[in-house]
């Protein structure tokens, strides 16, 4: 694979007219034939990203270049892209056939070519011996493989998906997770993804970029940002997770809970103000006695793969367990975790001094 960037953003900012700033110095790098989702709540600024890529706006400051030539005012038809967008934007009087044969119509093809392009495409999105159908006769996952045809027979060198799978009950927006994911791999083209799911981000994407309040707050994999989350606003919205104040005593020392744990972080301050994460599926149930923690279970709710128990320790912080074992509401019991189980957030830490960091860890573990 060819990892040269195909698209980036250099500190762009963007305000609608005297709105206050929707995206704010924002600076990334896009690399051709991965699948990118753009994650965060509704205003974060993950749809304008997709809005400046397509063309449809302009950056108010900064710059976006697309291998490496300058776009910030090249108009949405001379572009590269094509964009899926959220409620599909088929057109109800044409057939499947006609829908995506549109846009190759308007660069006047010839009807052999037309005919040839479009069977290929339908074919690719499982659609093969449906052209003839008429939209309102499609169901939503079909609508929606119907929008993808369309834009992929362009041969854009991206495709912008606008939250596409919204409108799909669960089932079916499962299965067209994995449909996209595979069809991303076969096309081997750049894929960029809008969606507020978490899970729906961790299933699908070979990198994440989280957004809140106009800012990515974090960028990587998606082993890399649920494991290792920068602060609270990525840690509480890529899934589940507890949250506690601490300190760090002292490198592999953390102290929380009132008591002191081990663990394996390092490099930052003795006696340093922090956050402590852990999932509460690292959490294991056991007796009092065994427990690094002992909690009062609260509440518990069967979720069909796991229960959910909320706990409360001695000093009032909340623990959410995910576990396989049933617990008896308004019992005591303990919790066990492995130190690696701790993560520790710094406070008000940059993305770039974290991925120092994380870096200086490297050279002393390679070191030793």
Not at 43 to 57: E, P, S
């Amino acid at each position: 694979m060819n990892n040269q960037p195909i698209i980036r953003f250099e500190q762009v900012t963007k305000k609608y007219d005297r709105e206050a700033t929707v995206l704010d110095q924002v600076s990334f790098e896009i690399e051709r034939g991965k699948f990118y989702t753009l994650l965060g709540p509704s205003g974060c600024g993950k749809t304008t990203i997709l809005r400046l890529i397509a063309g449809f706006v302009e950056p108010t400051e900064g710059n976006i270049y697309f291998n490496d030539k300058l776009m910030n005012h090249i108009p949405a038809n001379e572009r590269q892209v094509n964009t899926v967008f959220q409620d599909y934007a088929l057109f109800p009087h044409l057939n499947v056939f006609e829908n995506v044969a549109f846009g190759l119509r308007i660069k006047k093809l010839s009807k052999a070519a037309i005919r040839e392009k479009v069977l290929e495409a339908l074919r690719f999105v499982n659609l093969a011996g449906y052209e003839n159908r008429e939209i309102k006769e499609m169901s939503g996952g079909q609508r929606q493989r119907v929008a993808i045809a369309r834009a992929i027979v362009n041969e854009p060198e991206v495709i912008l998906l606008d939250e596409p799978l919204s409108a799909l009950d669960l089932k079916l927006r499962t299965e067209m997770q994995y449909e996209l994911r595979e069809l991303q791999r076969r096309l081997g083209i750049t894929f960029i993804f809008v969606t507020h799911d978490q899970e729906e981000a961790l299933a699908m994407s070979d990198e994440i970029f989280v957004l809140d309040n106009g800012k990515i707050q974090q960028s990587g994999t998606p082993t890399d940002i649920y494991d290792e989350p920068i602060n609270r606003f990525v840690a509480d919205f890529i899934g589940e997770s507890n949250i506690i104040k601490g300190t760090m005593v002292r490198d592999f020392v953390v102290h929380f809970a009132d008591k002191e744990f081990e663990c394996v972080d390092q490099g930052l301050n003795d006696n340093e103000t922090i956050d402590v994460v852990i999932r509460p599926e690292d959490l294991e149930i056991t007796s009092v006695e065994k427990g690094k923690l002992q909690v009062r279970v609260d509440s518990q709710l069967f979720r069909g793969v796991h229960y959910e128990i909320c706990c409360y320790d001695q000093e009032g912080n909340e623990w959410l367990v995910h576990s396989t074992k049933k617990a008896t509401v308004d019992s005591e019991i303990g919790l066990y975790f492995e130190p690696e189980a701790i993560h520790v957030m710094r406070l008000g830490e940059t993305e770039e001094e974290f991925d120092r960091r994380l870096e200086a860890y490297d050279e002393v573990s390679h070191a030793d």
